[in-house]
């Protein structure tokens, strides 16, 4: 099975801020990512697939890069809606995995 | 509108069993494959099963050792997830998700999830 490994685990950023994860597959996974934001007591949300591809109606301050194992998700200017917890998923070949994701907290 | 609506969900004994259900709406359900989802307390994302649009392939996380099976009623545009022997490690919000193609792909919209609860 192909193993997601997000970084940091959390991290404390401002309003205003560019802030960027990371996420690692243990395999080659082209660029059959995607990113999740999960919101407490919500349901994820999708924000990138295609690992750099925003989904319609996601803010344009969101974007995404990688291919193969590496990938990241930039945030350029953090608003106060995006504290949030961000996930990473590969969809290349099942069994489908997360990464542990990415709790982002206000400083 | 896309609407999964999942229900099922519950109380149940270590060892017991239980069969989720998900409802689609909003879309023509066998244009697409489903996925189950679960998280745990406070824990994150972990991806449960999948099925393609036909219900001919099917995969499963390996942690769940064969105890579960997915499966889907296109005539009753309908996502099922049977699960057996569970543990108190099986405890979670299961929330049904679209992908995005007929086959395999990312979860493009989600329910909003139903809760089962392993305990004696």
């Known amino acids: 099975a192909i193993r997601m490994t997000q970084s940091p685990s959390s991290f404390s950023a401002s309003t205003g801020d560019r802030v960027t994860i990371t996420c690692r597959a243990s395999q080659g996974i082209s660029s059959y990512l995607a990113w999740y934001q999960q919101k407490p007591g919500k349901a994820p949300k999708l924000l990138i697939y295609?690992?750099?591809t925003l989904q319609s109606g996601v803010p344009s301050r969101f974007s995404g890069s990688g291919s193969g194992t590496d990938f990241t998700l930039t945030i350029s200017c953090l608003q106060s809606e995006d504290f949030a917890s961000y996930y990473c998923q590969q969809y290349y070949s099942y069994p489908y995995s997360f990464g542990q994701g990415t709790k982002l907290e206000i400083k | 509108e896309v609407q999964l609506v999942e229900s099922g969900g519950g109380v149940v004994r270590p060892g017991g069993s239980l069969r989720l259900s998900c409802a689609a709406s909003g879309f023509t359900f066998d244009d697409y494959g489903m996925n189950w989802v679960r998280q745990a307390p406070g824990k994150g994302l972990e991806w449960v099963s999948g099925?393609?649009?036909?219900?001919?392939?099917?995969g499963y996380a390996d942690s769940l050792k064969g105890r579960f099976i997915i499966s889907r009623d296109n005539a009753k545009n309908s996502l099922y997830l049977q699960m057996h022997s569970l543990r108190a490690e099986d405890t979670a919000l299961y929330y049904c998700?679209?992908?995005?193609?007929?086959?395999?792909?990312?979860?493009?919209?989600w329910g909003q999830g139903t809760l089962v609860t392993v305990s004696s």
């Open positions: 099925i393609n649009w036909n219900g001919g392939s099917t």
């Open positions: 998700a679209r992908s995005s193609s007929r086959n395999y792909g990312h979860c493009d919209y």
């Open positions: 295609a690992a750099s």
